[in-house]
């Protein structure tokens, strides 16, 4: 998802107790879970309900096309039809509250012809630039309910966290309508460090955190907002989901897969987003501008003997298919790449960030191999580095590492992430 502008330059007492008993064991160990569960989100639990949680109140809407209910229309949209809800106005993260625009865009604030509400375009807003928002629509409780895909570098987690802080601070209410994460409880990947922190990895959380917004906010409002600017959380509501096995995935759910991004079209996009998404810092196409962005990559210099390498190492749950393509846009626009279709052919045991990993390094053996620059911030050039949250995975790959050495490296990181986030988890 990222290609990003120029943001790179840069919970209640009840939320707070939970109980410190949900374990982060593996998927292998919910073999049995019923995956049967009627599964329902939190907005069909709150719409069930007649939205009555946000009665009496002026809402204000974070959301984009993947807040939907199980008859498809979106929650705005049920809202708006409501007589007895004034809703104050809708906010639209990247790509747009309706979804019209591309990575690193956003809609400008419009009129929707639907429901006749102000949509304020919210992407890259920071906390200040969220309270003029909420002020100006005058919200006292603002919701949010978007779809994540459960990897740091997916913005939408840090539009809500600058919600989150910006309702704090003028004393409004923060709704999270929780929608199940696709790629499960699992958590893996590298801590973002303080000096690396941009707009497509705002605080310091493992890459593939493993939780749900609902869960995350939780997790933001107990451990990071009491230290973001003035101090304090937020009065927070987190209307669960029902029915939701923490230890499936999109391709065990029966809820349609609405793309929450542009180039993020299916669910199996989602499964190995959260590797190789690290394609992203390289100059290595990710597959923009194909019909499976992030499960094909290529590039010019590439050939066969990438996905020769690469299925010799028998990497767990994964397959490669040599394949060639020309992206209609983005790196490599209108020029023949070589490089794999990935393949996840158990998705118990596929791990992305690993395999990311291995991909990288035997990719980074051709010598036309280079990892991107970010002319935005010329003091921290390499995308890389804000991608995994600091230089030791590349300056690690060009020093000659492994896989296995370089996933070692943050193996104690993500044991102290899991312990921290227990006491916020909400599905078990």
Known sequence: MPTRRSLLAGGTAAALTAPLTVSAASPAAAEGRSRHRRLTTGADVAAAR???????????????????????????????????????????????????????????????????????????????????????????????????????????????????AAARDIGARFVVLDRPNPIGRWADGPLMTPDYTSGVGLKEIIQQHGMT????????????????????????????????????????????????????????????????????GTNISEGRGLTRPFEMVGAPYLDYRWSDRLNALDLPGVRFREAYFVPTFSKHEGKTCAGVQVFVSDPKRFRPLPTAVAMLVEAHRYPDFAWREDSWDPERPFWIDKLSGSPRLREMIDAGADADECVDAWRGEVHDFERARRRYLLYR
């Open 213 to 280: 917004v609902g869960e995350l906010a939780r997790y933001f409002n107990g451990e990071l907002l009491p230290h973001e600017g003035d101090g304090g959380r937020v009065e927070l509501e987190v209307v669960e989901c029902r029915g939701w096995d923490p230890y499936s995935t999109a391709a065990d759910s029966p809820l349609p897969f609405v793309p929450p991004s542009p180039n993020m079209p299916t669910a199996d996009t989602a499964a190995v987003y959260a590797g190789t998404g690290f394609f992203e």
């Open 50 to 164: 007649r939205w009555s949680i946000l009665r009496g109140r002026k809402v204000g809407v974070i959301s984009n096309p993947t807040g939907v209910l199980s008859d498809a229309s979106h929650i705005v949209d049920s809202m708006a039809a409501r007589d007895e809800l004034d809703i104050v106005g809708v906010f639209g993260p990247e790509h747009g509250f309706r979804g019209s625009a591309q990575a690193g865009e956003s809609e400008d604030t419009f009129t929707d012809p639907r429901t006749g509400l102000t949509v304020y375009d919210a992407y890259g807003a920071d906390t200040a630039k969220m309270r003029e928002l909420f002020t100006t629509s005058g919200a006292d409780t603002v919701v949010f309910d978007i779809q994540d895909v459960g990897v740091r570098f997916y913005t939408y987690v840090w539009t809500m966290y600058r919600a989150m």
